[in-house]
């Protein structure tokens, strides 16, 4: 249950935008918001794609984007679609061919720059296409490629330029008569996709697919994207999302989450309040965290759990959190349910309790989210 009217602070309210679809999973409206990834295999490789599509999805990826730079990429689609368990986004960039043939072999959504695929009988082929094989159409601008005629306009790319370039690929769209379609205006300098966010959302009401392109490492790309779509998606603009990281894809679905998760915009898995730890510890909070973390990855459920090691912050925290853990003397702690102190725990025995009963809560919210449930 929301208990947001008692806390306004926590209230996001997200821009209007139009929902379309990426095969079956809805962007934009009042559609969650999505979680997506792209592999970094290569295409051809099937087995090797088709495999990092699902642990993507496993991870839970909403949505995954996969590179066609060749006529062997469009040719593996193909079996890339039929064996994804999520809707599979064809990277297409120049190659107009590609993209008709992407959209003939499943892809539920091109990312292409209409505006860059040739002259108008191109376009109108691959607009066709994607028409013709329930595609949507992610529009997706990128500071670092830019129009040349943009950046003679402008001297450089800046937001002005990148929502420019953004609503004209829009309006070649919407002369075609074709309106599923998201877009984007990635950079890597997150004040420059910020900008540019701001000013799109403020001229159209497509759903926005959010990113900071080029993001970095693990650490470095996860604060550079959780400030840049933290904030924007803190102002209620973004319907999907896609973290970039010089990293595994799963990696990048589960720092999406996360930002998701600490807005309060998507839940999904177990949700760690954890203290720091100090002297004060009645266990090794930081050693557990760590094997809790691994222990707990295949919880689905959204769900809260406390590990904090001492009585100063421990009992408070539990009190809002689904499952807690709190540090105590003589190699044990107290353990709570629901809010409340349960039953004391040897600190030798407590990773393994702390799954069973994060599992068997798990399964009493689902059991409580059924239909029948409520009588
Ligand atoms: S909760 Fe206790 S153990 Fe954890 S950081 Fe605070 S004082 Fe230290």
């Known amino acids: 249950m929301s208990l947001n009217h008692i806390r306004p602070w926590r209230n996001i309210y997200r821009r209007e935008s139009r929902k379309i679809h990426v095969g079956n999973v809805p962007v934009g409206g009042d559609a969650p918001i999505s979680v997506q990834t792209m ?61 008709i043939e992407s959209a003939e072999a499943g892809a539920a959504c091109l990312r292409i720059n209409p505006g860059n695929i040739g002259d108008e009988k191109r376009v109108k082929e691959v607009i066709n296409a994607a028409r013709d094989h329930n595609c949507s159409i992610r529009i997706g601008v990128n500071a670092g490629s830019l129009e040349k005629h943009l950046l003679e306009k402008y001297g450089e790319p800046c937001p002005d330029a990148m929502v420019e370039s953004g609503m004209d690929h829009i309006r070649i769209l919407q002369d075609h008569d074709f309106h599923e379609f998201k877009i984007s205006v990635k950079a890597s300098d997150v004040f420059m996709a910020a900008a540019a966010y701001q000013q799109l959302a403020d001229q159209t009401d497509a759903p926005i697919h959010l990113g900071i392109t080029e993001a970095g490492g693990l650490m470095s790309g996860t604060i550079k994207s959780a400030i840049g779509l933290g904030n924007l998606l803190w102002m209620g603009i973004g319907d999907t999302i896609r973290v970039s990281l010089s990293a595994d894809p799963v990696e990048e679905v589960k720092v999406g989450y996360e930002i998701l998760k600490t807005l309060g915009l ?92 994060v599992e068997k809560r798990a399964e009493v919210i689902e059991a409580d989210q059924t239909p029948d449930a409520a009588e």
């Not at 062997?72 to 107009?96: C, G, M, Q, T």
């Open 39 to 99: 592999t970094n295999t290569i295409t051809s490789d099937v087995r090797a794609t088709v495999e990092q599509v699902q642990r993507a999805a496993e991870a839970g990826a909403d949505i995954v984007r996969v590179s066609v730079p060749d006529e062997a990429s469009s040719k593996a689609l193909k079996e890339i679609v039929r064996e994804s368990p999520v809707p599979i986004v064809a990277d297409i960039h120049f190659h107009y061919k590609r993209g």
């Open 266 to 357: 998507r839940h999904r898995g177990v949700n760690i309040i954890s203290c720091p730890s100090c002297a004060r510890q009645g266990f090794d909070v930081i050693k557990t965290v760590e094997a809790l973390e691994k222990r707990l990855e295949h919880i689905k459920t959204p769900m809260s759990l406390s590990i904090i090691g001492c009585v100063v912050n421990g009992p408070g925290e539990a009190l809002m959190t689904d499952v807690g853990f709190t540090g105590g003397g003589a190699g044990s702690g107290m353990v709570y349910l629901a809010g409340k102190a349960s039953h004391k725990m040897s600190n030798d025995r407590m990773i393994d309790h702390i799954v069973e009963e």
